[in-house]
Each structure stands twice: as structure tokens, then as C-alpha cells.
């Protein structure tokens, strides 16, 4: 069965530093994984996704994951922090087949100190 | 492109109220819609999955008779909370997918707070 799981639900980062936030997923087939950022009393947009193409995924507002098959991770990260990156970011693995339903991990609080 | 639009933001109303949200994908078909719940500092409970012209697929736990969906063109989907009661608050996100296949991503609207008094 697929799972994702997030390490940390709150990450704190000064502006300007490197960001981190954590993704490892279980899955029984090649995953597609998904990264989704959240802003206060908001949906979710989609930060990049993993469809088996290249392993190296570039996204929108400077973020950036890599696909680690031997590490079953999917990690996001983002050079240089900016202020407008505080929100909840999750992650997501779709569990396959023609539906393809996301399951999302429980997310992670990324706060950007001035 | 791929944009979701989610209505009502936010509604506040009484008990024993039935509230309907609509979801409507404005720039693309959506072939498959879903809703989700979201409680405060948590992540995403998907409560249901449909296609345009199918019944809805409930999740375990999620009563069909209260959550009502209906998906009935390819580009907007409805859900009523039925008698509403205040253990019925939450946020409810919609999201929409064109196209088959497991790798297309879901865009999501803004979400709906529902608050019953």
C-alpha cells in the first residue's frame, strides 16, 4: 500500500537560507509523487510533480525535488528562502490506476524568520 | 490554465441547515472530481471521488446520505452537507483532473469554511 510520510511538521528557516522539507514515501508500484503548498485559508497548488521522466524535478517559485528511488524519497528544497514562502507543504503519492487518488502526508509548517 | 474555482469561501449558518459548495474547473474538462476535509492543523481527508455522470465513490466512514455530490457536467461537481451540525465545521477543499491516468495532477480550489452555529 502507499504512504507518504513527512519528517517534521515544523521547519524554521531565516530568509535567505537553504530549505529542507522532508518526503519519504512507500509505494508497491513506481510511485508519482506530488509536492502541494498551502497558504492560510487556502487550497493547495501544485509545487512540481514526479511522473518517472527525469529524476531531478524543477517547480514553480524556485523549488525543486529529487526522486531517490534507493532512499524512497522525494525531498523539497528550495535554494534561498524568501518570506513569502512561509505556508504548509505537503506531499503526495498517487496511489495508481485510472482514478488515481493522492495520498497526501501530514504536511509540514515551513516559517521563514527575517 | 487549470484553474479551480471553489464557492462559497466561507459560510456560516444554522443547524439543520443543508449547504451546498460548488466546484467548477473554468479552464479545463474535468473527467474526475474530488472532496476532501480538512480539520484544523491537519492534512487532507479525502472524503469522496466522482466522475462526471457516475455516482460517487465514498470513502470508509463517510456518509453518502449526509455528504451528497453530484457531478453532473465536466466542469462542475456539488457538494451539500445535509442537516448540518456543528460536528459537521471544517474546511472542504474540492479538486478537479482532466484526463486519465494516475500522473495527472488534481488542481484544487480556495476551499470553503463551514461554520454551523
Known amino acids: 500500500a502507499q504512504s507518504v510520510t513527512q519528517l517534521g511538521s515544523h521547519v524554521s528557516v531565516s530568509e535567505g537560507a537553504l530549505v529542507l522539507l522532508r518526503c519519504n514515501y512507500s509505494?508497491?508500484?513506481?510511485?508519482?509523487l506530488f509536492w502541494y503548498v498551502q497558504y492560510p485559508n487556502q487550497g493547495l497548488q501544485l509545487l512540481l510533480k514526479?511522473?518517472?521522466?527525469?529524476?531531478l524535478v524543477k517547480g514553480i517559485n524556485g523549488f525543486e525535488a529529487e526522486f531517490k528511488k534507493s532512499e524512497t524519497s522525494f525531498h523539497l528544497t528550495k535554494p534561498s528562502a524568501h518570506m513569502s514562502d512561509a505556508a504548509e507543504y505537503f506531499c503526495?503519492?498517487?496511489?495508481?490506476?485510472?482514478?488515481?487518488?493522492?495520498?497526501f502526508g501530514k504536511g509540514t509548517k515551513l516559517s521563514v524568520k527575517p | 490554465g487549470a484553474v479551480v474555482s471553489q464557492h462559497p469561501s466561507w459560510v456560516i449558518c444554522k443547524s439543520g441547515t443543508s449547504v451546498k459548495i460548488e466546484c467548477r474547473s473554468l479552464d479545463f474538462q474535468a473527467t474526475t472530481m474530488f472532496w476532501y476535509r480538512q480539520f484544523p492543523k491537519q492534512s487532507l481527508m479525502l472524503m469522496a471521488t466522482s466522475n462526471e455522470g457516475s455516482k460517487a465513490t465514498y470513502e470508509q466512514g463517510v456518509e453518502k446520505d449526509k455528504f451528497l455530490i453530484n457531478h453532473a457536467s465536466l466542469t462542475l461537481s456539488t457538494l451539500t452537507v445535509t442537516s448540518a451540525h456543528p460536528e459537521d465545521s471544517s474546511f472542504y477543499i474540492c479538486s478537479a483532473r482532466g484526463g486519465r491516468g494516475f500522473n495527472q495532477p488534481q488542481h484544487f480550489g480556495d476551499g470553503t469554511r463551514l461554520s454551523i452555529l
Open positions: 503526495a503519492v498517487s496511489l495508481g490506476g485510472s482514478q488515481g487518488n493522492l495520498i
Open positions: 514526479y511522473t518517472s521522466a527525469a529524476t
Open positions: 509505494s508497491s508500484v513506481p510511485p508519482y
